[in-house]
């Protein structure tokens, strides 16, 4: 590669766009060219990542704001990206998503753990970010779909047993610790650290939506249920 690419990234005041944005600042390849947040226009990104503070002078700049790029990241709540998928995708040859939107291939899926897709069409377009799954296709894409996180792990544990032969795949029961940070920056009853410290408590027992994610992507998609317990863990 020669040159340096230009990359900007919408939604980059939660956790998810602000840790994508540390790992940015540092890649020999990237230029950092703008970082939205409507709440934080015209902030500096140190306002809200304090870890940032003297590694970028950028300030936040609203959606409507946006400018062309070489790469595009949504780090936006779920639906969002996919309802305003043309008007995003215009703005650069490359779209890397964090969201679920179109992490899924098969629309059945999607429906059952999060309902109506706006843009079903695009399903199975975008590369499903495990490159420990699918490095050589991650290579050349354009459309990539980031993992969510307890997918990941379980896949991470899961694929390489069932690849193996060493685990049946029989009902697979999986139990995740997560922390407050896995529901992001914005803090609810759940989720915020009076209600949640030194306890746990049982999230979503009859079905997390990562459960969707697992199966689509382990070799001879066996029966797998997740159950996740949140702790006051960061």
């Not at 919408?10 to 600042?25: C, I, M, N, T, W």
């Not at 934080?40 to 400018?67: C, D, M, Q, W």
């Not at 998928?85 to 703005?91: I, T």
């Not at 296709?137 to 069932?162: E, F, Q, R, S, V």
Request: net charge positive.
């Amino acid at each position: 590669m020669t040159g340096k690419k230009t990359l900007s990234i919408v939604g980059a005041s939660g956790y998810a766009g602000g840790e994508f944005l540390r790992l940015a600042l540092s890649h020999p390849y990237l230029e950092v060219k703008q970082v939205t947040s409507r709440r934080f226009a015209g902030e500096p990104v140190h306002f809200v990542h304090p870890n940032l503070r003297g590694r970028t002078s950028l300030k936040f700049v609203p959606p409507e704001g946006l400018e062309p790029a070489d790469i595009l990241v949504l780090a936006l709540p779920h639906g969002v990206f996919a309802r305003e998928f043309e008007r995003y995708a215009a703005l650069a040859p490359v779209l890397i998503d964090l969201s679920a939107d179109f992490r899924l291939k098969e629309l059945e899926l999607y429906r059952r753990y999060y309902g109506e897709h706006p843009r079903p069409d695009l399903l199975g377009r975008f590369v499903y970010a495990v490159p420990e799954l699918y490095r050589e296709a991650l290579k050349g894409a354009d459309w990539i779909a980031g993992a969510g996180c307890n997918a990941t792990a379980t896949l991470l544990g899961l694929y390489p047993l069932l690849k193996a032969g060493v685990l049946k795949p029989t009902p697979i029961f999986v139990t995740l610790l997560i922390s407050t940070s896995a529901a992001g920056a914005e803090a609810t009853p759940a989720s915020h650290h009076p209600e949640r410290a030194g306890s746990l408590r049982v999230y979503k027992p009859t079905g997390h939506r990562h459960t969707a994610e697992v199966v689509e992507n382990l070799p001879g998609r066996p029966e797998v249920h997740l159950t996740a317990i949140a702790t006051d863990r960061v």
